[in-house]
């Protein structure tokens, strides 16, 4: 078969879309992360389920649970941006609703991990 | 011409007209969920946005969480989270080139419709075994 692609094409290997393998080596490895670090946040939250408020901040201002909570977060909502981005890209046919909503969808992401986090660190630190 | 081969080229059948089989059901199943649980992290946020408020608002919010509705959102949410790390953990597999077969990969779609509910099941028998609310 005839190949079209320029030898430098070939060496640089990005393909047609220019990023090479990047968002699928990212999902999967966020996707690997997630397995554990979910287990953990299923495993928190039962221990929690109808704790009071004390016991949750107690549970939560532990360094190993804040930390633990923090990779959480940032592993599963990165994961959630870049599987949004694959949605996106496949229902949303004009250009213009492509960018609206990529750059919503990374708003999300980020404001979600704001919130979150911020609220973590400030149980944490906050007292 | 190009009006032609623009309107009237014949399309190929789609979602309403095939029959559903498992592993497109699986598959859709799995960006469905993806999606839950995307928009399902406001729920946690607001957890712990309620736990960093103080005591009054976090009991507010755990109201609404523990009424009947809120329980079966969180039940649902549970489902989803377990139903798309099982999915995941398939294509994770896929991904070494193992279990492609048509036969294996039917059953293993029907496997994890089956597993995920049971294994939902599970954690919240252990949530409410922990404390007994």
Redesign the interface.
């Known amino acids: 078969m005839t190949d079209f692609r320029t030898p430098l094409a070939k060496v640089r290997g990005m393909g047609s879309a220019k990023e090479g393998t990047g968002h699928f080596w990212r999902q999967r490895l966020t996707a690997i992360a997630n397995v554990p670090l979910l287990l953990f946040f299923i495993g928190l939250i039962v221990y929690l389920n109808g704790a009071s408020h004390a016991e949750t901040v107690a549970a939560l201002s532990h360094p190993l649970v804040a930390l633990a909570m923090i990779a959480v977060l940032i592993s599963g909502l990165y994961h959630m941006r870049l599987g949004m981005d694959d949605i996106i890209l496949d229902y949303a046919h004009s250009e213009g609703m492509k960018f609206a909503l990529v750059i919503l969808n990374n708003f999300f992401c980020l404001g979600v991990g704001l919130m979150a986090v911020y609220s973590l660190l400030k149980l944490s630190f906050g007292g | 011409m190009s009006a032609d081969a623009k309107g009237t080229r014949p399309l190929s059948p789609h979602l309403q007209i095939y029959k559903p089989i498992p592993t497109m059901v699986a598959s859709i199943t799995h ?1 469905i969920t ?2 839950a ?2 928009f399902g ?2 729920l ?2 607001w957890w ?2 309620a ?2 408020s ?2 009054a608002y ?2 507010y919010v ?1 109201g609404i969480f ?1 009424s009947w509705i809120g329980r079966l959102v969180l039940f649902g949410y ?1 489902w989803a ?1 377990v139903q798309h ?1 099982l999915g ?2 398939k ?2 597999m896929w ?1 070494t080139g193992r279990g492609m077969e048509k036969e294996q990969t039917t059953k293993m779609a029907k496997f994890i419709f089956v597993l995920a509910p049971v294994l939902t099941l599970l ?1 919240w028998f ?3 075994a ?2 007994g ?1």
Do not use: C, E
Request: charged share 10%; net charge neutral.
């Open positions: 960006r993806g999606a649980l995307y992290t406001l946690v946020a712990l946005i736990a960093a103080g005591p976090f009991d755990q523990g549970t989270l790390m995941g953990l294509h994770l991904d954690i252990a949530g409410y922990a404390r609310v």
